[in-house]
């Protein structure tokens, strides 16, 4: 059975730091790319940064410089090195394991920046 667990979501001041992680587990074969998404309430989901099985990245304009993502393929993890955050960074965020032909979500982790 496939779980793809996401930890590491705290409330923060603004400017501050948090590292999420995320592990998929009980995957066989190669997950091509794994990727952080964020939902704020009342918007959609969107995609925030991602890397693929090869390491290559893509971030949102609106984290790009202050987000940094990196994966390790032998444990199948994922992380997210939040800086500089900001209250419009505030959302659950979710992590996406993603094969060939399956798709394996998160339960998601809470983020909030506030004073």
């Known amino acids: 059975q496939v779980q793809v667990v996401e930890s590491g979501g705290d409330l923060v001041p603004p400017g501050g730091s948090l590292r999420l992680s995320c592990t998929a587990s009980?995957?066989?074969?190669?997950?091509?790319?794994m990727a952080w998404y964020r939902q704020a309430p009342g918007k959609q989901r969107e995609l925030v940064a991602s890397?693929?099985?090869?390491?290559?990245?893509y971030y949102a304009e609106s984290v790009k410089g202050r987000f940094t993502i990196s994966r390790d393929n032998a444990k199948n993890t994922v992380y997210l090195q939040m800086n500089s955050l900001r209250p419009d960074d505030t959302a659950g965020y979710y992590c996406?394991?993603?094969?060939?032909?399956?798709?394996?979500w998160g339960q998601g982790t809470q983020v909030t920046v506030s004073s």
């Open positions: 996406k394991a993603r094969q060939l032909f399956q798709t394996y």
């Open positions: 009980g995957i066989i074969g190669k997950v091509t790319v």
């Open positions: 890397m693929s099985f090869n390491m290559s990245t």
